[in-house]
């Protein structure tokens, strides 16, 4: 069992090479930036994906799938406020996408994805 755990670790982090050296010819790839943080989040590493997203909305402050992506991190760390204005500012920026996000009932599988 740990081999598996050990195997994913080392797949996140060579991954998260791949992505840096992308970064590092195209530092403005918002799509690396976000798939970067999502890495970052599943192994736990919250301000780096604090840091990656907030990288995205400097390029594109518009991506409202960031915001949420942005506010599921500050949930996992704590930062109620900053996740409520994330997500308002998702709301604010596209209602509709949020609503079909949230619209059909909500189910265990839907809340694990969410954080």
Same mark, same amino acid.
């Given at each position: 069992?740990?081999?598996?755990?050990?195997?994913?670790?080392?797949?996140?982090?060579?991954?998260?090479?791949?992505?840096?050296? =992308?970064?590092?010819? %195209?530092?403005?790839?918002? !799509?690396?930036?976000?798939?970067?943080? +999502?890495?970052?989040?599943?192994? #736990? /590493?919250?301000?780096? =994906?604090?840091?990656? %997203?907030?990288?995205?909305? !400097?390029?594109?402050?518009?991506?409202? +799938?960031?915001?949420?992506?942005? #506010? /599921?991190?500050?949930?996992?760390?704590?930062?109620?406020?900053?996740?409520?204005?994330?997500?308002?500012?998702?709301?604010?920026?596209?209602?509709?996408?949020?609503?079909?996000?949230?619209?059909?009932?909500?189910?265990?599988?839907?809340?694990?994805?969410?954080?």
């Amino acid at each position: 069992m740990s081999g598996i755990c050990e195997k994913g670790i080392e797949y996140k982090i060579d991954t998260i090479e791949s992505f840096q050296k =992308a970064l590092e010819i %195209y530092p403005d790839f918002t !799509k690396v930036l976000i798939n970067l943080g +999502k890495v970052y989040k599943k192994m #736990g /590493k919250y301000e780096n =994906a604090i840091q990656s %997203y907030q990288k995205v909305l !400097k390029l594109k402050p518009r991506h409202e +799938k960031t915001w949420l992506y942005l #506010g /599921k991190v500050y949930l996992h760390v704590f930062k109620l406020d900053e996740a409520h204005d994330c997500i308002n500012h998702a709301l604010d920026i596209n209602l509709e996408f949020i609503r079909e996000k949230f619209s059909r009932p909500i189910k265990d599988s839907d809340l694990k994805m969410m954080l």
